[in-house]
């Protein structure tokens, strides 16, 4: 009689695979709670401790760790040499394996887990089984996915046992499953521990979805998700109305999120290529919206907006102008998404912003290995604020300087802002000095650069970036300050009478 070895944390569909199983001439073996699962629903089942005459001991830590069961998993079935010793040892091949692990992915994200509870949430027999099967796949049909239970099933039915085909690829996602949850365990205790850097780093990340093509429509490309990671991100959004999001759709909402949480204000932030073309904020988030589109009412088209205050029906009104491609809030009231899913291809993508939660890291791949840190959350309230000339900003100028820099942060280096208390005048991003971006940012913003503030990223190297604020009519500027030569853009806003700002923490963004 052929023997399946049953095994699992998830049940879903485990009684109805046993009872095909049986029904094939398979012999099962258990333990603890599928084993009582699989005899509350009538089937027959042998228990493990039965086949290795040794009890589960250390309250269930030890339960199939014997050789009377890896042994017959590690068997060649058609060795003539391994046959003997199974002969020997009175031990029995084992043709199929189900089995998946303890659930310590959901244990840790437990509002109220203990480093114990963690730790017994760590499987160490699961994964020997999985490991020794999928090793042995020539031999065992491993599965570990509820998914796999009807091809397993409908070729044991059909031939009498799996293809080789199918047993290569189960054992790969055995090793794949079985690498992702030791990763997990890994950076758990890492955490614990204070290891911010370890010598190893494994990351594991679950597809979300296969996308169309990538960058271009010549490349290849999925998404994939951080199942741990922040619930405030494009990963976790939940997409109530559009088509699929495809790859530069995802960059750039997520660009959009992570600009808009820096508002606490009423706010809308509109992106294109991961650069903000317009951000504003009022007393009402129709407001935001408003100055958010007169900031470039022509880059914003086919641009991707985010709103960090519900989409009600009047800013709903104005959204539906304008062709934008994502549209991304807290929420959407009832009237406000009627009228915005009349559009069919619009995508409507709600995140919790209540949760405000951050990834630990940013990660940046490039050809041959990663680029790790931790995320950019400084803001002025970290900043050691010094007004370096003889005139300080008024109120207003204030307001202007730090919407500017809460901007210019997201913005490609070398980065300008110009911007009043409202909204963005103009942007300057990713250009090779500082002074072409200031040109770009002042050209856009035109007169209305009159009485604005300028926010630049990283110091001035020399003072031609204040010259060119002053000749386009700034007032007041906020940068990081070091530059050997920050005196010569001291003297230079002074003499121009422009207030300047330094912050002592500047914001590349490559």
Same mark, same amino acid.
Request: charged share 20%.
């Given at each position: 009689m052929k023997r399946a070895l049953?095994?699992?944390?998830?049940?879903?569909?485990?009684?109805?695979?046993?009872?095909?199983?049986?029904?094939?001439?398979?012999?099962?073996?258990?333990?603890?709670?599928?084993?009582?699962?699989?005899?509350?629903?009538?089937?027959?089942?042998?228990?493990?401790?039965?086949?290795?005459?040794?009890?589960?001991i250390l309250e269930g830590r030890v339960k199939t760790l014997h050789p009377k069961i890896h042994g017959g998993l590690l068997s060649k079935h058609d060795d003539p040499a391994h046959l003997a010793q199974l002969e020997e040892h009175a031990i029995q091949p084992i043709q199929v394996v189900c089995v998946n692990l303890y659930p310590f992915q959901s244990t840790i994200q437990r509002p109220d887990v203990t480093p114990e509870l963690a730790i017994e949430n760590i499987d160490i027999g699961g994964p020997s089984m999985l490991r020794a099967s999928a090793k042995n796949h020539q031999y065992v049909t491993v599965v570990t996915d509820p998914a796999?239970?009807?091809?397993?099933?409908?070729?044991?039915?059909a031939d009498g046992q799996t293809k080789l085909t199918t047993r290569q690829r189960l054992a790969a996602k055995v090793f794949r499953h079985t690498a992702a949850y030791d990763a997990w365990i890994a950076a758990y205790l890492?955490?614990?521990?204070?290891?911010?850097?370890?010598?190893?780093?494994?990351?594991?990340?679950?597809?979300?979805?296969?996308?169309?093509?990538?960058?271009?429509?010549?490349?290849?490309?999925?998404?994939?998700?951080?199942?741990?990671?922040?619930?405030?991100?494009?990963?976790?959004?939940?997409?109530?109305?559009?088509?699929?999001?495809?790859?530069?759709?995802?960059?750039?909402?997520?660009?959009?999120?992570?600009?808009?949480? @820096?508002?606490? +204000?009423? !706010?809308?932030?509109? =992106?294109?290529?991961?650069?903000?073309?317009? #951000?504003?904020?009022?007393? $009402?988030?129709?407001?935001?919206?408003?100055?958010?589109?007169?900031a470039d009412e022509t880059s914003i088209f086919g641009g991707i907006v985010a709103l960090n205050r519900e989409v009600d029906a009047a800013t709903a009104k104005v959204l539906g102008g304008i062709f934008l491609e994502?549209?991304?809030?807290?929420?959407?009231?009832?009237?406000?998404?009627?009228?915005?899913?009349?559009?069919?291809?619009?995508?409507?993508?709600?995140?919790?912003?209540? @949760?405000?939660? +951050?990834? !630990?890291?940013?990660? =940046?791949?490039?050809?041959?290995?990663?680029? #790790?840190?931790?995320?950019? $959350?400084?803001?002025?309230a970290h900043a050691n604020v010094e007004v370096v000339t003889d005139r300080a900003p008024s109120d207003e100028e204030w307001e202007a300087l730090e919407l500017g820099w809460n901007v210019v942060k997201h913005v490609k280096s070398n980065a300008i802002v110009v911007a009043n208390s409202q909204m963005t005048l103009g942007v300057g991003a990713g250009q090779?000095?500082?002074?072409?971006?200031?040109?770009?940012?002042?050209?856009?913003?035109?007169?209305?650069?009159?009485?604005? !503030?300028?926010?630049?990223?990283?110091?001035?190297?020399?003072?031609?970036?204040?010259?060119?604020?002053?000749?386009?009519?700034?007032?007041?500027?906020?940068?990081?300050?070091?530059?050997?030569?920050?005196?010569?853009?001291?003297?230079?806003?002074?003499?121009?009478?422009?207030?300047?700002?330094?912050?002592?923490?500047?914001?590349?963004k490559h």
């Open positions: 049953l095994s699992v944390s998830e049940k879903v569909g485990i009684v109805d695979f046993a009872k095909e199983l049986v029904e094939l001439g398979y012999e099962l073996l258990s333990t603890g709670g599928t084993k009582a699962a699989l005899q509350e629903a009538g089937i027959p089942v042998t228990a493990v401790g039965d086949v290795t005459g040794f009890p589960e796999d239970y009807a091809v397993v099933l409908s070729e044991l039915r890492s955490d614990m521990a204070g290891d911010e850097f370890p010598e190893s780093l494994t990351l594991t990340y679950e597809k979300k979805q296969d996308l169309r093509y990538g960058e271009n429509p010549h490349q290849l490309a999925a998404f994939y998700q951080n199942k741990m990671g922040s619930a405030f991100s494009i990963a976790a959004a939940t997409q109530l109305h559009g088509k699929e999001l495809s790859y530069n759709n995802i960059q750039d909402a997520n660009a959009a999120i992570q600009l808009v949480k @820096e508002f606490e +204000q009423p !706010a809308a932030v509109a =992106v294109k290529h991961m650069n903000p073309c317009g #951000v504003g904020v009022g007393s $009402t988030i129709a407001e935001a919206f408003q100055k958010a589109y007169e994502i549209i991304i809030a807290p929420s959407f009231s009832e009237q406000a998404l009627a009228m915005l899913t009349a559009k069919k291809n619009i995508r409507l993508l709600t995140i919790p912003f209540e @949760e405000g939660s +951050q990834e !630990a890291f940013n990660v =940046v791949s490039i050809e041959g290995g990663l680029l #790790v840190q931790s995320p950019d $959350t400084a803001s002025l090779m000095n500082r002074v072409g971006a200031a040109k770009i940012a002042l050209d856009q913003a035109g007169a209305q650069a009159k009485g604005s !503030a300028l926010a630049s990223d990283a110091f001035f190297p020399m003072p031609d970036t204040v010259e060119a604020a002053a000749e386009a009519g700034i007032t007041a500027i906020i940068q990081p300050g070091g530059s050997v030569k920050d005196q010569d853009s001291i003297d230079k806003a002074n003499e121009l009478g422009i207030a300047m700002v330094f912050t002592g923490i500047r914001h590349f």
